[in-house]
């Protein structure tokens, strides 16, 4: 039996925990996804399929201050993502931490 990789690894936590996080109009899914550059953060309603707030250190706001994958820069993405939720209307999410562990840039973008 072969070992498996760590992203086969974190599929697998995340396929789990899918199984139980479903995002709703009520309450849409924050899912979160890293690398080792960078943050990404989405409220997605799955019930309809589609992305109502994301944001990432890629895009202007996040290039212009130069943010990358760590602790500060998932802080400065969590109030982001935040904001643009509540000019949506939506005030309660579904946290999916994407099979990472919940410490470090997860814990603080949460």
Do not use: W
Request: hydrophobic share 35%; aromatic share 2%; net charge positive.
């Amino acid at each position: 039996m072969s070992k498996m990789t760590k992203k086969e690894q974190r599929d697998r936590r995340h396929r789990r925990l899918r199984v139980k996080l479903s995002g709703t109009a009520e309450s849409p899914r924050l899912s979160v996804s890293r690398s080792g550059k960078h943050l990404h953060a989405q409220v997605i309603n799955d019930d309809l399929g589609e992305t109502l707030v994301s944001v990432m250190t890629t895009e202007g706001v996040c290039r212009e201050q130069k943010l990358s994958a760590n602790v500060k820069s998932a802080e400065v993405v969590g109030k982001l993502v935040a904001e643009r939720a509540m000019e949506k209307g939506i005030r309660k999410v579904v946290f999916d931490r994407g099979g990472f562990p919940y410490h470090g840039c997860v814990k603080a973008l949460a």
